[in-house]
Structure formats: C-alpha cells, structure tokens
C-alpha cells in the first residue's frame, strides 16, 4: 500500500467539532492531515525533501519532522533537486548523523516538466498520448534515482492495520438504479471511490460525456463532477439535449448531485456562455482561489441527508466566482435554499439545496459515512418508482 500525501505531514482541517486525537497525546498534529492518517493506517513515512535551497539544514528539517510526533515513524528520505556531488555528499553526512536513511536522489531538472494551470495539471484525459510519455519518463527517472528494493523491503516489514468501521444499514433494494455520473475532459474531477461504493451498494453506475452525451435513460440519480468546463463552453453550449434532459430531471425531481463544475453547468452562464439554466447564478472564472476542507450543514430530505447526520464535511478548491441572477429566468424558489458552511473560524452560506438537488462548489467523499453509498442508492431507487 502506498498513499501520497498532500500539502505538508501535519497539515490537516480546521473543521469545527472534530474529536481530539488522542492517539499522540500532546503533539501538534492536526485532523486529516497526511501524519494522521499514516498512524490511523500504522503506516511509516518517507519525506521528500527539496534541496534546492539547502544543504545541511535539510537534516534540521528531517529531524523536526522525526521528533514532532513521536508516534509517527519516519522511515527515510527522499533527496529533491540535488545540485552537484558535493551537495549530495554533505547531506547525506548530515542525514546519517540523525540515524535517517536516504532512499533516493533526484537531480536539479531531473524530472520532466508537465503542463499545469489554475487548480492543478494537465488531466489525463486531455491528451493521453502525451500523459503516457511523461508518466513512461517520470518511471525511468525514479527507477534509476530512487533505492527501490529497500524502501518496498522497509514497508513489508511494518504489518498494517485497518481502522475499524461501522457496519452499514441497508434496505433491500426491488431493482438497480441507474446511477449518472459526468466524466471526460470538462467533468474529470472524480474520487473513483464514490463510483466503487455506489456499485457496491447496489447502484448501476454509468458514466456518460457532457461535452458530446446526455443522462442515461431511466437515471435515478445524477452526480454532475467538477472539472474545467470553461474550456468547453462551445461543447457544452451547443449540447442542448443534455441541457433540455438537465432541466427536465429538474422538473421531475431526479436526484442531482452538483459539484463545483457541475454546479457551474446548473447555472444560468458561464463566462458570458448560456448554460443549462436551472440555477439563478452567473458565474466567471476569476484569480482568487477557494480552497479547504468545510463543515456542511445537511438540508433534511436532501440527497445526502441521513438520520442522525445533520452535518457532513466536504472539500472546495475552485477559481470561480458566481452571482445570483436577476433575471426572470432565475427560479429562485425552485433552486431551493443555500447550503450553510463553516470551519473553526467562520460561518456562511453558499450554493443551493432542496428536497432533490444540492449543487455547489463543494466536492463530497461518500467514506464520509458508511450509510451515504447506501442511501444515495435507495434514494435513486424510488426515484425510479416515483417516476
């Protein structure tokens, strides 16, 4: 098992409410952060360190990410950007002089550069050819820098072990609903686990383009993902049957999950380009970013309301800006009441949400509860009859 880590070790949610973590009683670490789940997972750490600006202190810099939490066992290290030999060598002393052993040594413009833009890199979808290239590339270069065998050897020998879990409740299910979910270049921001789950609770989960496709016949629910759909505002303009089957699931009742993306699809614009309609919002792409783990406040009779669950957490990292339209097309009321948000800090109010839709920037992780899958499940299954 390899998990990545993001953002720094210990840096994790300022969510409100959360329980301690008592597990490193009197250490600094934070919910959610890549430490916390290395112990929930009783996994060890290797840290990537970049050297570009260092030498000896990078051992400063190892220790301090040893010593913080002394539960968490950092296995080794990575060597980032190394200029020369020499800055090599001095590091390595000043590593072994902490007992910490380096697994690998990358170079200064070693790895192949790929292109990035606003909300992270280019999605494999775009262009998998060249995805394929650097991803061939990416492998020669870390087969070649990094001690593979005794880094896999150290893993083997720690024994891992899962964080218990409650089991589910489900009802028995009298068909398999159709599950819609977004995908493809405009719609590519997916936590392949939410898929996983819905299949497992019994959803038939079915994916379709919304640049060039419309929702499955017979959908009971609809998931419209994040992505970059101000790159496809001609696509997405001129595919009117989805928009014409959007505003009629609408209508219907249909289940809709929206996030971020899809959310911006649901609106009246984007950048000035007609949209799908149903939500009273123009929205443009701006330079200000939006980003962090949230609290949600959970509408009763929402898709993803449960019993005795009045509040999820969700994720939001978005560039766009929406405001509420006045325009006379804008159904305000159907559109439903917005969500409300908070963390540590602060309180507020965005996106919308009623009895069959919550639509907003936030990005939502169905492990957030066991009974989620589940009741999504269930709910896409009367949807169906209700029809």
Known sequence: ???????????????????????????????????HVA??????????????????SAAAIALGYSSLDPDLRIAGVILN???????????????????????GVIRNGELPTRHSRHLGLRTAEEDPAETRRWVDTLGEVIRTAVELEPMIARA??????????????QAPLSTRPVIAYSMGPAASFIYPENLDLLREAGG????????????PPKTGLIWLHGG???????????NQQLHVALRRAVDMGVPIIAECGGHLLLGQSLNGRPM?????LESTISTKLSLGYRQVLIPQASPLSLANRPE????????????????????SDEAGQGLSLRTARRTWRAGFANQSMISSYLHWHLGADVNLAHSLVQRAARSIVDR
């Open 228 to 238: 970059y759909p101000e790159h496809y505002l001609d696509e997405l303009c001129a």
């Open 81 to 103: 950007n190394i200029k020369s030999t020499t800055h090599e060598a001095l590091i390595r002393q000043a590593m072994a002089s902490i007992g910490l052993e380096v697994f």
């Open 276 to 280: 799908v309609g149903v939500l009273p």
């Open 312 to 331: 999820l957490p969700a994720h939001e990292f978005h560039y766009a800006r929406s405001d509420e339209a006045r325009s006379d097309e804008a159904r």
């Open 39 to 56: 112990r929930l997972t009783n996994l060890p750490v290797i840290l990537v360190i970049d050297c570009a600006h260092l030498s000896q």
């Open 156 to 169: 083997e020998r720690i024994v891992t072990q899962s964080p218990s879990l409650p089991a589910a409740t």
């Open 204 to 215: 038939d989960v079915v994916g379709f383009d919304p640049l060039v496709a419309s929702i």
């Open 1 to 35: 098992m390899i998990i990545e880590g993001v953002m720094g070790l210990f840096d994790g949610t300022d969510l409100p409410d959360l329980e301690e973590d008592s597990s490193a009683p009197g250490t600094s670490t934070s919910w959610g952060s890549t430490a």
